[in-house]
């Protein structure tokens, strides 16, 4: 069973930055595409960004431009660097490997850890 452990959330100001991190311990890792998904209180999950095992992103149109997300195969570790934060960026952050379908949508495969709280401060 993989486990996905986030970190790296906290409380910033309004125009503040973050970088989550997410560890994964399986040795799977590298050959998985990898998504950033949040869950804000009261509201559905939503994919954030995603990236192949090729280095390919794609990212949701309320983050792009602001929003890098990068992985380390060596390391088992997927990053989302967040910059120009907004209060509507505050939610719990969560990782998963993802697979593409046809349609063009992502669907997480994996379980879901625990997520990493951000908090954005207007």
């Known amino acids: 069973q993989v486990q996905l452990v986030e970190s790296g959330g906290g409380l910033v100001q309004a125009g503040g930055s973050l970088r989550l991190s997410c560890a994964h311990s399986?040795?799977?890792?590298?050959?998985?595409?990898m998504g950033w998904y949040r869950q804000a209180p009261g509201k559905q999950r939503e994919l954030v960004a995603s990236?192949?095992?090729?280095?390919?992103?794609n990212y949701a149109d309320f983050v792009k431009g602001r929003f890098t997300i990068s992985r380390d195969n060596a390391k088992n570790t997927l990053y989302l660097q967040m910059n120009s934060l907004k209060p509507d960026d505050t939610a719990v952050y969560y990782c998963?490997?993802?697979?593409?379908?046809?349609?063009?949508?992502?669907?997480?495969?994996?379980?879901w850890g625990q997520g990493t709280q951000v908090t954005v401060s207007s």
């Open positions: 998963n490997p993802v697979l593409r379908l046809g349609s063009g949508a992502y669907q997480p495969f994996g379980s």
């Open positions: 990236i192949s095992s090729t280095g390919s992103t």
């Open positions: 399986g040795n799977r890792f590298s050959i998985n595409a």
